[in-house]
């Protein structure tokens, strides 16, 4: 199976600052037909998760464009451009390439500082 | 919208059974394909299982193969998990996630609420 491996675990921000989260994969994502799967998901407090980037880039519907999606291969890294009070929470990201099963990484706290 | 809305959760004994089901709205559900995934209390994320538009293929994670199924009824809407020899380590927010399927992989996108499962004696 993929492992998924995040960091930081924890990240503390100051309001309107930057933000960013590594996630690390044990293999390449990259698929047979060329593509890289990889979604990113938000989990606020008391709320299930929201899918906020899939396809390791593509921003969902909806979702503001402070938040941005890049890598390749096993590297990849979601970032905040400036933090804003209502981003505190989880963020996963998950493989969706070699499944199943589909995996999570263990999950980055954000919270203001 | 879509909307999914899961239900049956509660208090089991370790060993027992439970009837999970996700009811849903908002897209044509008989299009497409469904998950179930887990979390338990203060824990991350754990994909259960996943099930094919038309129940044509259906897979498991390693801790539950043998004791869970997974099954649909696309004329209904709905979604169930039925999970038998339960154990402690099956405690969790259950979520029934929509998923869909493109260029022959396939992703989730939409969750539910979740409904809680708690196994203790």
């Known amino acids: 199976d993929v492992v998924l491996t995040q960091s930081p675990l924890s990240l503390p921000v100051t309001l309107g600052q930057p933000a960013s989260i590594s996630c690390r994969s044990s293999?390449?994502?990259?698929?047979?037909?060329?593509?890289?799967?990889l979604n990113w998901f938000q989990q606020r407090p008391g709320q299930s998760p929201r899918r906020l980037i899939y396809?390791?880039?593509k921003r969902d519907s909806g979702v503001p464009d402070r938040f941005s999606g890049s890598g390749s291969g096993t590297d990849f890294t979601l970032k905040i451009s400036r933090v804003e009070a209502e981003d505190v929470g989880v963020y996963y990201c998950?493989?969706?390439?070699?499944?199943?099963?589909?995996?999570f990484g263990q999950g980055t706290k954000l919270e203001i500082k | 919208e879509v909307q999914l809305v899961e239900s049956g959760g509660g208090l089991v004994k370790p060993g027992g059974s439970l009837r999970l089901s996700c009811a849903a709205s908002?897209?044509?559900?008989?299009?497409?394909?469904m998950n179930w995934v887990r979390q338990a209390p203060g824990k991350g994320l754990e994909w259960v299982s996943f099930?094919?538009?038309?129940?044509?293929?259906?897979y498991y994670a390693d801790s539950v193969k043998g004791r869970f199924t997974i099954s649909r009824d696309n004329a209904k809407n709905s979604l169930y998990l039925q999970m038998n020899s339960l154990r402690a380590e099956d405690t969790a927010v259950y979520y029934c996630?929509?998923?869909?399927?493109?260029?022959?992989?396939?992703?989730?996108?939409?969750w539910g609420q979740g409904t809680l499962v708690t196994v203790s004696s």
């Open positions: 293999q390449s994502l990259v698929h047979s037909d060329g593509n890289t799967y």
């Open positions: 908002g897209f044509t559900f008989s299009s497409y394909s």
């Open positions: 996630a929509r998923g869909y399927c493109t260029g022959g992989n396939c992703n989730f996108d939409y």
């Open positions: 099930i094919t538009s038309s129940s044509s293929y259906i």
């Open positions: 396809k390791v880039s």
């Open positions: 998950m493989q969706y390439t070699h499944w199943p099963p589909y995996t």
